[in-house]
């Protein structure tokens, strides 16, 4: 039973999974701080400036749009990075494995060999 679960926690798919949960957590850690450090302040001088930049207010209640184009720029640069710098190129290289694991076969197909071999029996005979 504990073959069983180290086999399963060593298998590639689980390793590359844990990998990419890491690198993604740390990936979109650096986006964020990116996006508050250089996107806020953008997005707050476009909309006024000063502390209530990217927000307004309808009856006393504070809608914080800055905060949703911050987000949602985020979550565009986090995916076109994961997208390019991580699916292109594994995409590339599970093209490249299989067109190597299409191969030709080894050797000639079992009824091209067993009419080779009745060809130099007859030839044997005659």
Known sequence: MIQGFKDF????????????????????ALVTAFTQSFINPLIGLVGGGGKTGGTFGI?????????????????VLTAAVVYFLVVVP??????????????????PSEDVALLREIRDALRQRG
Request: proline content about 2%; overall charge negative; aromatic content about 10%.
């Open 90 to 107: 594994l995409t590339r290289v599970n093209e490249r494995r299989a067109r190597g694991a299409e191969d030709e076969p080894a050797g």
């Open 9 to 28: 926690l060593l298998r590639g798919n689980i390793v590359d999974l844990a990998v990419a949960v890491v690198i993604g957590t740390a990936f979109t």
């Open 59 to 75: 009856d006393g209640q504070v809608f914080t749009y800055g905060v949703f184009i911050t987000a949602a720029i985020t979550f």
